[in-house]
């Protein structure tokens, strides 16, 4: 059975930074594509980014020049480095991935962006 376990949640003031790992494990293939969502409040999550096997990445606007994902596919794990942050970026941060046409979640991490 396929998990994923998220890491790297907290709290940090604007302009810090945080960085968020997932991995998963339970699989024997590869993802074919990993990311991140968040939600803020209700429903639904909002993409933060995606990246592919292949490394193709696509990041939400909001996110852009700030956020880096990044992956080591020989583990099925995915970074997300979160620079300046701001407190618009406050959020649970669900880890995604997409394994043998089936897609997982991870239970959440919150970050909080405050001073």
């Known amino acids: 059975q396929v998990q994923l376990v998220e890491s790297g949640g907290g709290s940090v003031q604007p302009g810090g930074a945080l960085r968020l790992s997932c991995a998963a494990s339970g699989s024997s293939r590869s993802a074919s594509r990993m990311g991140w969502y968040r939600q803020a409040r209700g429903p639904p999550r909002d993409l933060v980014v995606m990246?592919?096997?292949?490394?193709?990445?696509n990041y939400a606007d909001s996110v852009k020049g700030r956020f880096t994902i990044s992956r080591d596919n020989a583990e099925n794990t995915v970074y997300l480095q979160m620079n300046s942050l701001k407190p618009e970026d406050t959020a649970v941060y669900y880890c995604y991935a997409f394994i043998g046409l089936r897609s997982y979640w991870g239970q959440g991490t919150q970050v909080t962006v405050s001073s």
């Open positions: 990246i592919t096997s292949g490394d193709n990445t």
